[in-house]
């Protein structure tokens, strides 16, 4: 199957530093990407939905300046925190769409990022 | 905005038993899929159903989705201790929106 993968998988980061996360898909070519949000013992929360080439698109609340997403290739897009603060600190998981598989989607494996 | 909600929030069975899990949605779909995450770590997917389709097996996993209703239900056969995690639903088209989530505890 498809496979996405996320770097790093933690990260630990002083407050008011930038963090910036990977996503990648592997063995397809991804046009629109997924970041997602979970907070501990909740939901994932969508953020932003990346397409390649384009701007992302943000959900209501989030963010476009802090959480800068670029999705620069068909395989990567990245998260950046920026000016990160505590209240960040959170698990964040991307995922990818493989075409031809009717919109299911791929995960990551996450990323832990912790900001003291 | 939240898509999928499951009910119950948390289950605890024993070994052995079967566990049933819903999942309500809002709007139209393309398909459901059903997710497992154990704590701390990435999503597993399990099953994907169409919006087309009213079951779907496999392995020990058996999904029902009632467009009508706009429900869906996951039904773990024969639990096992490993079968502990939390269980998310979330439909497509492309932006998935997740439940809340089921918390299923298996003991051994």
């Known amino acids: 199957g498809a496979v996405v993968s996320q770097h790093p998988s933690w990260v630990i980061c002083k407050s008011g530093t930038s963090v910036k996360i990977e996503c990648r898909s592997l063995d397809f070519q991804a046009t629109t990407m997924f970041w997602y949000r979970q907070f501990p013992k909740q939901s994932l929360m969508l953020m932003a939905t990346?397409?390649?080439?384009?701007?992302?698109?943000?959900e209501q609340g989030v963010e476009k300046d802090k959480f800068l997403i670029n999705h620069a290739s068909l395989t990567l897009s990245t998260l950046t925190v920026t000016s990160a603060h505590p209240e960040d600190s959170s698990f964040y998981i991307c995922?990818?769409?493989?075409?031809?598989?009717?919109?299911?989607?791929?995960f990551g494996p996450g990323t832990r990022l912790t900001v003291l | 905005s939240q898509q999928g909600e499951e009910d119950p929030q948390a289950l605890s069975i024993q070994e052995g038993e079967n566990a049933t899990m819903n999942c309500s949605y809002k709007t139209s779909i393309n398909n459901l899929q059903w997710y497992r995450q154990n704590s701390g770590r990435g999503l597993v997917h399990l099953i994907l159903?169409?919006?087309?389709?009213r079951e779907k097996h496999s392995g020990r996993l058996r999904v029902t989705l009632d467009t009508s209703k706009k429900s869906s239900s996951l039904l773990i056969t024969a639990s096992r201790a490993a079968d502990t995690a939390s269980y998310f639903c979330?439909?497509?088209?492309?932006?998935?929106?997740f439940g809340a989530g089921t918390r299923l505890t298996v003991k051994p």
């Open positions: 995922s990818a769409i493989s075409p031809g598989t009717s919109d299911e989607q791929f």
């Open positions: 159903i169409r919006s087309n389709e």
């Open positions: 979330a439909t497509a088209p492309n932006d998935m929106r």
């Open positions: 990346s397409n390649e080439g384009s701007k992302a698109t943000y």
